[in-house]
């Protein structure tokens, strides 16, 4: 069988570089979207002084039509995408009698709608083929809420409901779905947490520290392996004990 081929949306980020890494040093052909030439250019030139081929392709996830073109450029590159993650994601903290409509809309749109935007271009080649590996990265956010957080917990928990029915409808084309809700992890989405309100949120961590991007990564390989086939419909809260709901 030839080397699958996956898309890691928002690949260049702190929890997303160390999901790509994991997929390719598994023989995965990966590819991810950028929105910033200059960041993306020191990211590749970082992935390839670790010896990690992977494409990038310009386009904003919260685009539908932007979308489109980009699984058709990653498809002509590599071939058919057969394992999607969900994972490209932006915070615009603020209390919800503050938040302006922008702030709620920029969050819904790359956290969620973004899900619609990537996933319909692929979900089709896959139920054709009878395979596929779908992953959303939500979070803890999205299970317990959070205070200055209406918009980004309302996208992270609209997540999981896509999840869960992506996973129903496709389940007899060999397609799993599923879902991972990191906890706090010490990416610079998180580093950029004011410090004082970050060490009471750390205080809460029953394992005491932030997490590792790659507990997350981890993770994500959880489902895509054939051993998990029977998985779909699960979220993987991983979260060092900061949530333990169910
Ligand atoms: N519970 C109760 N009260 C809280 C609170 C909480 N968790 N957090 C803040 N407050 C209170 C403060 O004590 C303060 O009270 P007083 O006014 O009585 O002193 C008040 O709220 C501050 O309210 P403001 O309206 O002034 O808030 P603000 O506009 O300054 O916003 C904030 C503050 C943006 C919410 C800031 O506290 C913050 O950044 N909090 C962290 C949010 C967070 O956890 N974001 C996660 C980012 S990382 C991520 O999202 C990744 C992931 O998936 C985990």
Redesign the pocket.
């Known amino acids: 069988m030839s080397a699958r081929v996956a898309l890691v949306t928002g690949g260049t980020g702190g929890i997303g570089t160390a999901i790509v890494e994991r997929l390719a040093k598994m023989g995965i052909k990966v590819a991810t979207n950028y929105r910033n030439e200059e960041k993306t250019k020191a990211w590749r030139k970082k992935m390839a002084d670790k010896g990690i081929e992977v494409l990038t392709v310009k386009g904003d996830v919260s685009d539908p039509e932007a979308c489109k073109a980009m699984v058709k450029a990653i498809e002509d590159k590599l071939g058919p995408i057969d394992i999607l993650v969900n994972n490209a994601?932006i915070?615009r903290?603020?209390?919800f009698?503050?938040m302006t409509y922008e702030q709620w809309t920029d969050v819904v749109n790359t956290n969620l709608n973004a899900c619609f935007n990537v996933t319909r271009p692929i979900i089709e080649g896959m139920r054709a083929r009878k395979w596929g590996r779908i992953v959303q990265i939500s979070?803890?956010?999205g299970q317990k809420g959070?205070?200055?957080?209406a918009n980004?917990a309302a996208a992270?928990a609209g997540m999981h409901g896509f999840t869960i029915s992506l996973a129903q409808e496709n389940a007899k084309f060999g397609i799993t779905v599923n879902t991972v809700s990191?906890?706090?992890?010490g990416?610079d989405?998180?580093m950029?947490?004011?410090e004082e309100?970050?060490a009471?949120?750390v205080a809460q961590i029953p394992l005491g520290r932030l997490g590792e991007p790659d507990e997350i990564a981890y993770a994500v390989t959880f489902f895509l392996d054939d051993k998990a086939a029977w998985v779909t419909g699960a979220n993987l809260a991983i979260n060092g004990g900061h949530y333990m709901g169910w």
């Open positions: 994601g915070t903290d603020t209390t009698h503050k979070s803890i956010n959070q205070y200055g957080q980004y992270k990191p906890g706090y992890i990416t989405m998180v950029a947490v004011p309100v970050r009471k949120i």
